[in-house]
């Protein structure tokens, strides 16, 4: 089955500057790759995912690039704000089954 | 849309006990997936539903974990006899398949076997 690694696992950054989570997965099938914010208390929320037949997509200061033929894929988030703080988890699944695997997350903190 | 709703929140219960967790997903969806959320495993599939059918139940732990969804509106993940090791927070998601394959999570349930 699928298997997603995501790092770092915890990361620290000054507000303004940029911050990247990096995740790789296994299964070439697989080609629907979202990224989900978790903040404390709440349940995970999308806030962007990008398909197999894209290389980067960005919304605002948010972006994700895919690798197709090293199976990585990673989010990057400019200017960051101390809102941005939370966990972030990166998935991976093969569109028509739904079945989706996370990576283990990655707790970010942005220092003010 | 209230989003997906989950209840309880919190659940507090003596080892060996049963354990019912409740979800409603979104209107409309057609996917319902069961999550489960440990420091040690991070998140794992447990089962999901496609129009109220089971589709994969493999990541469901062990036999004393059962899940059903008896309508479109409703589904329960039930633990019997509860571990302590069973102490973790649970989701639910929903999804609408043509709408791509974005799952909507709902807030948890906080679990807590003593």
């Known amino acids: 089955g699928e298997n997603v690694e995501q790092h770092p696992s915890t990361l620290s950054v000054q507000e303004g500057d940029s911050a990247v989570i990096k995740c790789t997965y296994s299964?070439?099938?697989?080609?629907?790759f979202p990224w989900y914010k978790q903040e404390l208390g709440k349940g995970p929320q999308l806030i962007i995912d990008?398909?197999?037949?894209?290389g980067e997509k960005k919304d605002q200061r948010i972006a994700v690039t895919l690798n197709k033929t090293a199976k990585h894929f990673s989010l990057h988030i400019t200017e960051t704000q101390p809102e941005d703080s939370a966990v972030y988890f990166c998935?991976?699944?093969?569109?028509?089954?739904?079945?989706?695997?996370f990576g283990a997350g990655t707790r970010l903190t942005v220092k003010p | 849309d209230a989003g997906v709703i989950q209840s309880p929140r919190h659940e507090v219960t003596e080892m060996g006990q049963e354990v019912t967790l409740r979800c409603k997903p979104i209107?409309?969806?057609?996917?319902l997936f069961w999550y489960r959320q440990t420091m040690m495993r991070g998140l794992e599939l447990l089962i999901y539903f496609n129009n109220n059918v089971p589709i994969d139940d493999s990541g469901m732990p062990e036999d004393r974990f059962s899940a059903k969804m008896p309508n479109a509106s409703f589904s329960t993940l039930k633990i019997q006899p509860s571990e302590p090791r069973d102490s973790a927070v649970y989701f639910c998601?929903?999804?609408?398949?043509?709408?791509?394959?974005?799952?909507?999570f709902g807030p948890g349930t906080r679990l807590t076997v003593l």
């Open positions: 998601a929903s999804s609408f398949i043509q709408s791509g394959n974005e799952q909507f």
């Open positions: 209107s409309g969806h057609d996917y």
């Open positions: 998935a991976a699944s093969i569109g028509h089954n739904n079945d989706m695997r």
């Open positions: 299964d070439s099938a697989s080609n629907y």
């Open positions: 990008i398909r197999s037949n894209v």
